[in-house]
């Protein structure tokens, strides 16, 4: 979310006459879009802010704008420690950094040509915000309440990235699955985009299982460029836990919509996150997660460790799992996740399949099947942006490595 907001001020500035510059040392603007969605993340956007201080007094005229979800919780306050920090654009404003930049005072812009870089494949929000009030997130509290963005605004959005070369797009929402706007669902969006020219795929992040639906599982198994892979987060896989969470669901509930999407799309993928050792998780409780995590065979799955959050509610509940015990359980549910993860992608060896062409490293290129699976094989660059087929002729616990068949 944060990488398809950069990207939407970044077009905004250049609308406005800035021109982007590939070396920080060498801009006279430098913009810190930050996070607090957990607390070390919040101390790297002020540590990278502290690297740019002597940048900042070097040469007059030059600013150092800090926005997103941590400028949004820290405010004005901020700059009593940083005071080299000259805006502050919390993230409920996001929208708008790129006007209040342009009308604060400015060094003297550069006029020419902006050309900037093609992207195969790109971010688009669609919604904005967050109803849910998970016990653990910040989310809800600096991003403010769920807003759907309108249809017609998104439309326009990915006809201007089309244009520019991009094949994919990745709808993004705290809660994508909940879409709607003036009685358009996310299978309504779906269906409107789908007819965008030269559009060749459609991702969407994050599903809240919660809000999937058969409406939605029908839509994306009919639509050839929809992709066959939902992100469906679990968290935990102990009912207690989930309650005390305010997940709004059970665990029979979750299995049952990982039925439904297995059933329902075709070579679907389903990937998770799972949060470990939030207050009052037991040995039972986690083995239940484990359990769940086991059965429902993720193709992919992130685990993280609970850490308190000032201002969530699970913040009064105290980190009542040891450092230590977090730390065991991390361990063992990665080696499972890791262990499921290898031998799904095993099912690939010898297959052929196609991986859209999305970024090069080295001689090799980069690219993603239709249900997510990251390919890596040897292709020159003239095949950017174009889907290729690929035989899989080995597999790592996390990606492909194929051969382009020609």
């Known amino acids: 979310m944060n990488v398809a907001d950069s990207s939407a001020i970044t077009h905004g500035l250049v609308s406005y006459g800035f021109i982007e510059s590939a070396i920080p040392e060498d801009a006279d603007i430098i913009i810190i879009n930050s996070c607090t969605v957990?607390?070390?993340?919040?101390?790297?956007?002020?540590?990278?802010?502290?690297?740019?201080?002597?940048?900042?007094?070097?040469k007059k005229g030059r600013r150092l704008v800090l926005i997103g979800c941590a400028a949004?919780?820290?405010?004005?306050?901020?700059?009593?420690?940083?005071?080299?920090?000259?805006?502050?654009?919390?993230?409920?404003?996001i929208e708008e950094v790129s006007a209040i930049i342009a009308a604060s005072p400015?060094?003297?812009l550069t006029g020419g040509e902006i050309v900037l870089p093609v992207k195969i494949s790109a971010y688009v929000n669609i919604m904005r915000g967050c109803n849910n009030f998970c016990s653990y997130c910040i989310v809800p509290y600096v991003?403010?309440?769920?807003?759907?963005?309108?249809?017609?605004?998104?439309?326009?959005?990915?006809?201007?990235?089309?244009?520019?070369?991009?094949?994919?797009?990745?709808?993004?929402?705290?809660?994508v699955n909940s879409y709607t706007f003036q009685g358009l669902d996310l299978a309504g969006l779906l269906e409107k985009i789908h007819g965008i020219d030269g559009l060749l795929r459609i991702r969407y992040l994050t599903n809240h299982p919660k809000d999937m639906n058969d409406r939605i599982i029908k839509t994306i198994a009919r639509l050839p460029k929809a992709c066959n892979h939902i992100h469906l987060p679990l968290q935990s896989g102990s009912d207690r836990v989930l309650g005390l969470m305010n997940r709004q669901y059970t665990k029979a509930?979750?299995?049952?919509?990982?039925?439904?999407?297995?059933?329902?799309?075709?070579?679907?993928?389903?990937?998770?996150?799972?949060?470990?050792?939030?207050?009052?998780?037991?040995?039972?409780?986690?083995?239940?997660?484990?359990?769940?995590?086991?059965?429902?065979?993720?193709?992919?799955?992130?685990?993280?460790?609970?850490s308190l959050r000032k201002g969530t509610a699970a913040y009064d509940l105290g980190d009542r799992v040891g450092k230590e015990?977090?730390?065991?359980?991390?361990?063992?549910?990665?080696?499972?996740?890791?262990?499921i993860a290898s031998e799904s992608n095993k099912r690939f060896i010898g297959r052929t399949v196609e991986v859209l062409a999305e970024r090069m490293e080295g001689p090799r290129m980069l690219g993603k099947t239709m249900d997510n699976g990251p390919v890596d094989f040897l292709c020159d660059?003239?095949?950017?942006?174009?889907?290729?087929?690929v035989k899989i002729v080995e597999t790592k616990v996390h990606s492909l490595i194929g051969e382009m068949v020609l």
């Not at 957990?38 to 070097?58: D, H, I, S, Y």
């Not at 015990?325 to 262990?339: A, F, G, P, Y």
Request: charged share 30%; glycine share 8%.
């Open 38 to 58: 957990r607390e070390n993340t919040e101390k790297q956007a002020l540590t990278e802010a502290g690297k740019f201080k002597a940048w900042r007094r070097a």
């Open 72 to 93: 949004e919780r820290l405010g004005e306050g901020v700059k009593k420690s940083y005071p080299f920090i000259d805006l502050v654009i919390g993230a409920k404003k």
């Open 106 to 108: 400015q060094p003297s």
């Open 143 to 175: 991003r403010g309440a769920e807003v759907s963005i309108p249809a017609d605004t998104i439309i326009a959005e990915i006809e201007r990235l089309v244009r520019n070369g991009t094949k994919e797009v990745t709808l993004l929402g705290q809660n």
């Open 253 to 306: 509930q979750y299995m049952d919509i990982v039925k439904k999407i297995k059933a329902g799309i075709p070579g679907v993928s389903i990937s998770s996150d799972v949060l470990i050792g939030f207050p009052e998780e037991t040995e039972q409780d986690f083995q239940e997660t484990y359990d769940l995590v086991e059965k429902a065979g993720f193709d992919f799955c992130y685990v993280f460790k609970f």
């Open 325 to 339: 015990e977090k730390k065991k359980r991390h361990i063992r549910m990665l080696s499972l996740t890791n262990r």
């Open 381 to 389: 660059r003239s095949f950017l942006g174009k889907i290729i087929k």
